[in-house]
């Protein structure tokens, strides 16, 4: 007979999961392992709300099991190391992102892109251990994590603020990196304000970059420029701004997950310009040829990062102050937070206060 979530594993936990593709969470006893020599365990303080946790209890890219407890933007304190842990001590912050395994063996492991592994790196919730037996997020009391994949919160970051970067940080910071858009007074162009691009802004102005932000709402000029410190402002729906604009940017990142066309962005690059889409699209995208051809323009895609790479990141957040502008709700809440997050009603990631909210009673 199979196991019940609560049988599995010997120490018991709590949280909050979907049974099913309705998406609606509920309260939910399961079971973690127990820390082994490599391990760390966490109390999870904070964690936020991604958009994929929307993706995925909605089953809306097709491979969600239940029950699912969400949550990959993880902030806690440490409670317990195994006796081969070295880079964590009892009672220190630290953060689990999107990964919780890889294989450590293949090329892409050997050269800290775990989360390309080519053995399939194993993802924090909705995914299969290395024990077989199913991954559940932080939307949850606590959390057990091989060391390799728990990053170090510097002191200097305030710590709900700091849980989305362990997802929404690394997804803007890596190909910002890689596609070597992070060259001083390069022309970067920013698609969507929410969660990842409120993000993304910040970390290409600490980088120097000369920032546009390109959205169908021109509600969201003066948050943009005022606010977070873009340099210009383009509206998606405005045929003669565009225009205005083609051929001007050396890189675009496009952070929206809903289908949208992207001929008329890869018009605002210039020759040698890529476009990079972060945002994790159902549907096929309609790909014209000729204006790749005629400026040998490159369309691309990068998802999170590395374990070195989201270390670095977090990094280079304390050091230029950049954290995500969070709405802190309770754990009661977050079925209505994952409605408003569906309507775009935030700004710009919500946080669950775990430690704090979440009780069994």
């Known amino acids: 007979m199979e196991k019940s979530p609560e049988e599995v594993h010997p120490v018991k936990a709590f949280g909050w999961a979907a049974k099913d593709i309705t998406g609606y969470l509920s309260p939910f006893n399961f079971s973690r392992r127990e820390t082994g020599d490599k391990d760390v365990k966490l109390k999870v303080l904070y964690c936020g709300i991604c958009h994929t946790d929307l993706h995925q209890l909605k089953n809306e890219w097709g491979f969600s099991k239940f029950p699912m407890v969400p949550g990959h933007e993880i902030v806690g304190e440490v409670t317990e190391v195994g006796s ?12 689990v992102g999107c990964l919780v395994g890889s294989c450590r063996s293949c090329e892409n492991c050997s050269n800290d892109l775990e989360n390309y592994c080519s053995k399939g790196a194993i993802a924090t919730y909705n995914a299969i251990d290395h024990d077989g037996t199913p991954t559940y997020g932080g939307y949850s009391d606590m959390i057990v994590v091989d060391e390799h994949f728990v990053i170090r919160i510097p002191e200097n970051l305030p710590l709900a603020a700091a849980a989305p970067l362990l997802c929404a940080g690394i997804t803007t910071y890596s190909p910002l990196r890689y596609f070597g858009l992070d060259k001083p007074g390069l022309h970067i162009g920013i698609v969507g304000l929410g969660g990842l691009g409120h993000v993304a802004v910040k970390f290409a102005k600490a980088l120097g970059l000369k920032v546009t932000l390109i959205s169908r709402s021109q509600d969201k000029k003066k948050e943009a ?10 509206i998606s729906t405005d045929p003669d701004q565009f225009q205005a604009a083609m051929g001007t940017m050396d890189g675009i990142l496009d952070t929206v997950s809903a289908t949208h066309p992207v001929q008329p962005l ?8 890529k476009l990079i889409l972060l945002g994790g699209i159902e549907k096929p995208l309609e790909l014209p040829v000729f204006p790749l051809l005629t400026g040998r323009k490159l369309v691309g895609a990068s998802g999170i990062g590395g ?6 990141m977090l990094d280079f957040a304390a050091k230029h102050n950049i954290t995500a502008d969070v709405e802190v709700i309770p754990m009661y809440y977050v079925n209505t937070a994952l409605e408003r997050l569906a309507r775009a009603d935030v700004k710009y990631r919500f946080v669950i206060d775990v430690a704090k909210t979440l009780n069994p009673e």
């Open 84 to 95: 081969k842990v070295d880079k964590f001590k009892v009672g220190e912050k630290a953060g």
């Open 225 to 234: 420029i005022h606010y977070l410190g873009a340099d210009s402002f383009l």
């Open 266 to 273: 890869i018009g605002l690059l210039k020759t040698n310009g």
């Open 307 to 312: 374990m070195k790479e989201t270390q670095e």
